[in-house]
């Protein structure tokens, strides 16, 4: 679980895309998926 979230707030640091995920559909699957497991949206 708690790699989850750490893997989940990597991928949204500093607001940057992550350039290892460069599919923007799956970046937002990502997104919605964090958004989901911890409950807070985060800043794009």
Do not use: I, W
Not at 23 to 37: G, S, T, W
């Amino acid at each position: 679980m708690a790699r989850k979230m750490t893997l989940c707030y990597l991928q949204h640091d500093l607001r940057a895309p992550n350039p290892a995920v460069r599919d923007e559909r799956l970046q937002d699957h990502l997104l919605a998926e964090c958004e989901l497991f911890s409950g807070v949206k985060l800043p794009l």
